[in-house]
Nanobody
Framework: VQLQASGGGLVQAGDSLRLSCAAS????????VAWFRQAPGKEREFVGRLTLSAGLTSYADSVKGRFTISGNNAKNLVFLQMDSLRPEDTAVYYCARSDFNTLRSSLYTGWGQGTQVTVSS
């Protein structure tokens, strides 16, 4: 079952965007939902994670203090609030789930098509 990321777009440096990750109730009966991103010519990288039971978050150093992950359990949604966007944040953003306490993308499943975020300078 795939998670569906949405909310991307074209913005200017310094702007904000909020991405949404939608999943079925069954899909979110998992340990964590994480956001990853992949820029052209680069490997996919971890952005941040939300553990669903404890509500704990962790972030990559490159986005710490600018991005915030939150969840709405009632609506089976996980959000990625991105503030103070930079051109280097340009990438396709994906959300995925894992039953394991890990940041390794290989242990995440449910990858959807992702949503494009483009930040102009």
């Amino acid at each position: 079952v795939q998670l569906q990321a949405s909310g991307g777009g074209l913005v200017q440096a310094g702007d904000s965007l909020r991405l949404s990750c939608a999943a079925s109730e069954h899909t979110l009966r998992t340990f964590a939902v994480a956001w990853f991103r992949q820029a052209p010519g680069k490997e996919r990288e971890f952005v941040g994670r939300l553990t669903l039971s404890a509500g704990l978050t962790s972030y990559a150093d490159s986005v710490k203090g600018r991005f915030t992950i939150s969840g709405n359990n009632a609506k089976n949604l996980v959000f990625l609030q991105m503030d103070s966007l930079r051109p280097e944040d340009t990438a396709v953003y994906y959300c995925a789930r894992s039953d394991f306490n890990t940041l390794r993308s290989s242990l995440y499943t449910g990858w959807g098509q992702g949503t494009q975020v483009t930040v102009s300078s």
